[in-house]
């Protein structure tokens, strides 16, 4: 996806000061940064990767000649939606660039560009459900005296994190304004007339994204969904692993 900087450099300012001043009086919530990172790291990655890996089996090479099809974070990390994933819980990576006339004809253009746009988020829950197996199977499978050693809780943390930041990104990226991955996916589903009316107001929908996202009504809105989708995987993961 791609966001106007401009628009959200005095909010990353905010959020900035507030974050950095809760960690350098909270010891618990440094670690708690340093747990994320992998995370971010991770969830960043894959997601953008997906978006490359997509458009490329489309037919479009943009992102192959751009050197977007690789899983080197470097590739991928945007600074500020990094900033803002550590912060703020939402962020993005650096958007990948694609030509949707390079596309082949199994797919109109339109519903081309709702699967790439979908195979980000996608691979966020993917990402979400691998490690939670990950996370029951350690509970299952390991030793008590690992569980509850320094590094094996330091483990635990890391992959628990890992999930819910990727269950966020995931949910984060499908909400259907722009410049998400959501308005894409939704534009095929559209009539001709809606699909027109929507695609010439974007920068007006991109304003009430950014203000909805400013006054944190984003967070409220999503957080109840995020918690719902976390709480299931664990429930399932716990079915599946008899714990």
Same mark, same amino acid.
């Given at each position: 996806?791609?966001? =106007? ?7 990353? #300012? ?28 991770? #969830? &960043?990655?894959?997601? *953008?990767? #997906?978006? !490359?890996? !997509?458009? @490329?089996?489309?037919? =479009? =090479?943009?992102?192959?000649? %751009? ?9 991928? $990390? =945007? ?19 694609? /030509?949707?006339? /390079? ?9 081309? @560009? ?9 691979? /966020? ?11 029951? !199977? ?5 030793? $008590? ?7 094996? %809780? &330091? ?8 999930? #819910? ?15 998400? @991955?959501?308005?894409?996916?939704? +534009? ?5 007339? !809606?699909? %027109?009316?929507? *695609?010439?107001?974007? +920068?007006?929908? *991109? ?31 716990? $079915?599946?692993?008899?714990?």
């Amino acid at each position: 996806m791609y966001i =106007d900087k401009r628009m959200i450099y005095i909010v990353m #300012a905010i959020m900035l000061v507030s974050g950095l001043y809760s960690y350098l009086t909270d010891v618990n919530s440094l670690l708690n940064l340093l747990y994320t990172i992998p995370g971010i790291l991770i #969830a &960043i990655t894959f997601h *953008e990767f #997906a978006h !490359a890996f !997509a458009a @490329d089996k489309l037919g =479009d =090479d943009t992102p192959r000649n %751009q050197g977007r099809l690789t899983l080197n974070p470097l590739g991928h $990390l =945007d600074p500020i939606g990094s900033v803002m994933l550590l912060f703020a819980g939402f962020g993005w990576g650096k958007p990948v660039e694609v /030509n949707p006339r /390079n596309y082949d004809k199994r797919f109109s253009m339109d519903k081309a @560009d709702a699967i790439v746009s979908i195979a980000g988020p996608l691979m /966020n829950f993917f990402l979400a459900i691998f490690f939670t197996i990950i996370y029951c !199977a350690i509970y299952k499978f390991a030793s $008590l005296e690992f569980a509850l050693s320094q590094i094996g %809780q &330091i483990i635990i943390r890391i992959i628990s994190i890992t999930i #819910a930041i990727n269950v966020g990104l995931g949910v984060f990226n499908l909400i259907p304004l722009p410049p998400l @991955d959501g308005s894409k996916v939704i +534009k095929p589903f559209l009539p001709y007339n !809606a699909r %027109q009316w929507f *695609e010439s107001n974007e +920068k007006i929908f *991109e304003m009430i994204f950014v203000g909805l996202w400013i006054v944190g009504l984003l967070g409220r809105i999503i957080s109840p969904l995020i918690s719902f989708i976390l709480n299931g995987l664990l429930k399932l993961g716990v $079915l599946v692993f008899g714990l």
